[in-house]
């Protein structure tokens, strides 16, 4: 993948196709500075003390390749590092790296020599799916799977990310876990938007990593309030945090040049101005425009896009000396913010900025959900900014974003694998998501569940954690129709003990009363509404004595329902809606898949047969007066009824109309065949 300049690592990426979740940083920062910096954060020290450390755990890396004359991942075969492999673009058995993406990917997972992974214990199988990270096949992706099934991987990392869906990788992931694999894939670039995790990232099967900063001294975030409100802004690559908050009138500064700043008086205000210069040739620097306005006497300085979005800028460049420092907190803002803020400024507008250290903060660009009623993505988040790793030809790259949060995760998994080897693929995201520490925005507020799934990961209450909780989340649909719901999960210790259970909710009581009992293997919980319609999100927090656990639970109360009973293997359904008319009815079984969909009216009803036991998800899309909205619910099928085979033999058809139907059959199947050859 080509190298990215820092003034745009955090722009999320939106190619078509398959890309690589990363971005690349060129920096001149020391970067031994750097090293172990993101494992430390993210709890590795206290297994690894105690010699927990991936030994004999594979774990497949579809990527680039891997160098693995690298000094840290060295060795190819039996006796190596990547102790084997495919490449799927040169077709044959030595996926060596010439991008450096994948080996930067098995870095952070296995390394160990000057750089230490999270699991330097671990082996490394390398499948090499692209050879520039511009794009990426979807058949070799598939092909790399069923390969790293065929090889007996334990673990498969996937650091590719596309804000679209493709169900044939994703019926690849499910065959993966089936057979036993944990499945670790990056979460995307495309972010802040919502609804930008595409595939593999939205199978509800993988673990799906979005990535935070770091726990380094350049992980800044911003904030800038105005009349009480907040508006995003992002702190300027080179600027350092301030004590206390700036707060100051903020007035207009045109492009930021000395010639706009002339009869502007600045001293004391925040300066707001334009990226660029309304001259087509000139290049005004950031850095010009935050010294211009520091010489004005200003105390902090926004800039605005020249074009519709966010962006993230960098005051270091090569027309400043080395020893150049920003003087004035200099932070960037949308271009729509940008110009709704300077409409307003002719009314004396008082804005207050903060620049401050935040390791924790979910990066700008790591994609968000949701991407389906009925679940939750990501899973959690990883340090993914400033992550300092392998790379090829021996040396060493400081990079960013999601396909480096996901490594973290398959070294995680790795480690608890080692210990417990007999934990399924299931079991390893139940400790790992809820475990993982909460994390909040600038202002203190946890950030949504679209946004960081249940937090950051911590390996040291993952490795400590003895009760495996599944499922490990929760969705509740109430509404007038269904005021009270329960969910069922199974509860299992990994030691054989009977643990002392207890859950508290971390919920907005004037939305919802929720309730627990526990019996044998069994934690029942129940949520009656209590206030209006919309959707909420909270924690259910399970303690066993020695860890808690947050299972995440996003509740939705509405004005209709839609119910589903199953008799004689298949599912009846009931909408509970005033005025309805009519309903699109969607059945999904629990890999996101759908099964069926019928149409149903107040007098037409109708059913979906269902011919495998198991739980499944339903979505009723319902018309009335006021237009179309969603209601959804589950159901469990455990008499699942049995497939029809129709035999011809059995049918009373006349000789003439057999002869009909046959020939019918040949026509189609020689259509096809046609057709396949073109």
Not at 69 to 82: A, C, E, I, T, W
Not at 115 to 139: C, E, F
């Amino acid at each position: 993948m080509k190298r990215i300049h820092p003034i745009i690592f955090c722009l999320c990426l939106a190619i078509i196709g398959f890309s690589l979740s990363s971005q690349k940083i060129q920096t001149d920062q020391a970067l031994e500075l750097l090293l172990d910096k993101s494992s430390k954060h993210v709890g590795v020290e206290v297994p690894r003390g105690l010699g927990f450390t991936g030994k004999d755990i594979k774990i497949a890396v579809i990527d680039t390749g891997v160098d693995y004359s690298h000094p840290d991942l060295y060795g190819f075969g039996p006796g190596g590092k990547v102790i084997g492999g495919y490449d799927f673009i040169e077709n044959d058995d030595t996926p060596t790296d010439t991008n450096g993406h994948g080996t930067e990917v098995a870095g952070i997972i296995a390394a160990n020599g000057g750089q230490t992974g999270i699991a330097p214990d671990a082996k490394i199988l390398a499948y090499r799916v692209s050879d520039t990270g511009n794009s990426v096949s979807s058949d070799l992706i598939i092909k790399a799977i069923q390969r790293a099934v065929q090889d007996d991987a334990d673990i498969i990392n996937i650091s590719l990310g596309v804000n679209r869906t493709n169900d044939r990788i994703e019926e690849a992931i499910n065959y993966a876990v089936r057979k036993g694999i944990t499945v670790v894939v990056a979460a995307g670039n495309s972010g802040p938007d919502l609804k930008t995790i595409g595939s593999p990232g939205r199978d509800p099967n993988a673990i799906t990593v979005g990535a935070t900063y770091n726990n380094i001294t350049a992980s800044l975030v911003a904030t800038l309030d105005i009349d009480s409100k907040r508006v995003q802004v992002l702190p300027m690559v080179g600027i350092e945090p301030v004590s206390e908050p700036i707060t100051a009138e903020i007035v207009f500064g045109k492009y930021g040049r000395e010639v706009d700043l002339i009869g502007i008086d600045a001293r004391d205000k925040i300066l707001l101005v334009e990226r660029g210069s309304d001259n087509k040739d000139e290049l005004v620097y950031f850095s010009q425009k935050e010294k211009n306005s520091a010489n004005a006497g200003a105390r902090a300085l926004i800039v605005f896009n020249n074009e519709p979005g966010m962006f993230l800028g960098d005051l270091r460049n090569k027309q400043e000396a080395a020893d150049y420092k920003p003087r004035i907190p200099t932070v960037s803002m949308s271009r729509e913010d940008g110009l709704l803020l300077k409409s307003m400024l002719q009314n004396n507008t008082v804005g207050s900025i903060n620049t401050f250290y935040h390791p924790d903060f979910v990066s700008f660009f790591s994609s968000r959900g949701p991407v389906s009623p009925f679940y939750i993505k990501p899973n959690l988040v990883a340090p993914g900014v400033f992550v300092n790793t392998t790379s090829i030809n021996g040396g060493y790259n400081l990079t960013s974003g999601t396909s480096f949060a996901a490594p973290h995760v398959s070294g995680a998994s790795a480690i608890l694998l080692q210990k417990n080897p007999g934990l399924g693929p299931h079991e390893i995201a139940s400790i790992i998501t809820t475990t993982a520490d909460p994390v909040s925005d600038t202002y203190g507020t946890d950030f949504p569940l679209e946004t960081s799934g249940t937090g950051r990961l911590n390996i040291t209450r993952a490795f400590g954690a003895n009760l495996i909780i599944l499922p490990d989340y929760a969705v509740f649909d109430l509404s007038p129709y269904a005021k009270t719901k329960q969910a069922e999960f199974s509860i299992k210790t990994l030691d054989g003990s009977i643990p002392d259970i207890r859950v508290d909710f971390d919920f907005d009581s004037k939305v919802a009363d929720f309730d627990y009992s526990v019996g044998g293997s069994t934690i029942t919980i129940s949520a009656s509404a209590v206030g209006g319609t919309g959707q909420h999100q909270g924690f259910a927090i399970v303690s066993d004595g020695d860890t808690t656990y947050h299972i995440p639970i996003l509740l939705r109360i509405s004005d209709s329902s839609v119910d589903a009973t199953e008799r004689n293997g298949e599912l009846n359904f009931k909408i509970s809606s005033p005025g309805w008319s009519y309903a699109k009815i969607t059945v999904f079984d629990v890999n996101a898949i759908q099964v069926d969909s019928i149409s149903v009216t107040p007098e037409k009803r109708g059913t979906v047969p269902i011919h495998k036991s198991g739980t499944y998800w339903i979505q009723a899309d319902i018309k009335n007066e006021n237009g179309t909205f969603s209601a959804y619910s589950t159901a469990k099928v455990e008499s699942p009824a049995p497939r029809q085979i129709v035999d011809l033999g059995e049918i009373d058809l006349p000789e003439r109309q057999i002869a009909i139907v046959v020939a019918v059959i040949g026509v189609v199947a020689a259509v096809g065949v046609v057709i396949s050859r073109k």
